[in-house]
């Protein structure tokens, strides 16, 4: 069988805007070509492409980069993600095939490498080159311990990878988003004024923004500080199942698989753990931002962006700042 050629990088734009965990993927696709000597296909799947493609034109001609519109349609949305991505990596015979492993890859990805019938790698924290084959490292026991998946030189791989995992690069001139830019376009209205906090909050299943809260937030003033954040976001509330059970937070508010499950362009996990059943309510939304004081904790592991560290002190300063 003949050995397959090139690297193929999955990227994602979201209404023009390209996914920070799409720099990582082009890193991670970048460094993966050069040590293999092969060439780098990028293909952007999603929608806004004529704000986003006066970026890429700097990049170096030996990149090849492919525009493919996705149009989602619900309830099973992610399958218009399947059906774009499976005629793109069908168009070449592609060594490796790096794909998003974030709340919405994780959807999609698997059914992308069955359609595809090729192997998956999920949960992929690292992918080198070792005596010639793709060696991929990933989780395994919840992160408690690492292993390396090896794929030989005539069998194409798909590696979903974690975010927050390598050290993202700029593609062409765009520079990856960072937190405070998340932060400046959900915290502001178009005319650039504040949210006006005496008006109700939107419901939890129609938000385009909510920040829920777990037992992290321990009692009464850790909700307050939690409905200080949502205040200034124009956000809803939402709660994890341990917070319910303690009673920190109603039951009306529980995201996940006993709640509503959701599908806001901003979510706010604070002091949650991001337990399967909870993440089953929310991991499709666009942008995921995770406050914790345990690093270990498994909601890190689909997070565009994460903060460890005391929710009691981060929240107030993060209000502050929004507010300035």
């Known amino acids: 069988m003949a050995d397959k050629t090139g690297v193929l990088v999955l990227g994602e734009v979201f209404a023009g805007i390209?996914?920070?965990?799409?720099?990582?993927?082009?890193?991670?696709g970048t460094k993966l070509a050069e040590e293999l000597g092969q060439p780098l296909t990028l293909a952007m799947l999603g929608t806004g492409f004529e704000d986003a493609e006066p970026y890429l034109e700097a990049l170096d001609d030996s990149i090849t980069v492919v525009w493919h519109e996705v149009l989602e349609g619900e309830?099973?949305?992610?399958?218009?993600?399947?059906?774009?991505?499976?005629?793109?990596?069908r168009s070449g015979d592609y060594r490796a095939v790096i794909s998003p492993g974030t709340g919405i890859g994780v959807d999609w990805t698997p059914r992308l490498a069955a359609r595809c019938g090729l192997p998956l790698v999920s949960w992929s924290t690292g992918i080198a080159v070792a005596d010639g084959k793709i060696a991929v490292t990933r989780d395994v026991l919840g992160g408690r311990a690492e292993t390396t998946v090896s794929c030989d030189a005539d069998t194409t791989v798909v590696i979903a990878l974690e975010p927050g995992m390598i050290e993202p690069i700029h593609i062409g001139t765009a520079e990856a988003l960072t937190l405070a830019d998340v932060f400046a376009e959900f915290s502001v209205d178009s005319s650039g004024?504040?949210?006006?906090?005496?008006v109700s909050r939107p419901p939890l299943k129609e938000a385009e923004r909510v920040v829920s809260g777990g037992r992290g937030l321990i009692d009464g003033e850790g909700v307050k500080k939690l409905e200080a954040l949502a205040d200034v976001l124009n956000a809803a509330i939402g709660a994890s199942g341990a917070a319910v059970l303690q009673e920190i937070l109603p039951h009306e508010m529980q995201v996940g698989s006993s709640g509503v499950v959701?599908?806001?362009?901003?979510?706010?996990?604070?002091g949650l753990s991001g337990s399967?059943?909870?993440?089953?309510?929310?991991?499709?939304?666009?942008?995921?931002?995770?406050?914790?004081?345990?690093?270990?904790?498994?909601?890190?592991?689909?997070?565009?962006?994460?903060?460890?560290?005391?929710?009691?002190?981060i929240l107030p300063a993060?209000?502050?700042?929004?507010?300035?």
């Not at 309830?75 to 990596?89: E, G, I, L």
């Not at 993060?318 to 300035?324: A, D, H, I, N, T």
């Open 18 to 28: 390209i996914s920070p965990h799409t720099h990582e993927m082009f890193a991670a």
């Open 75 to 89: 309830p099973f949305f992610y399958m218009a993600w399947v059906d774009v991505a499976a005629d793109v990596v």
């Open 262 to 270: 959701i599908r806001p362009k901003l979510y706010l996990a604070v």
């Open 193 to 198: 004024t504040t949210v006006d906090t005496s």
């Open 276 to 313: 399967p059943q909870h993440t089953y309510g929310m991991k499709d939304a666009q942008y995921i931002v995770a406050i914790n004081q345990d690093e270990g904790a498994p909601i890190f592991q689909m997070a565009d962006f994460g903060v460890v560290g005391d929710l009691h002190q």
């Open 318 to 324: 993060l209000v502050e700042e929004l507010k300035s």
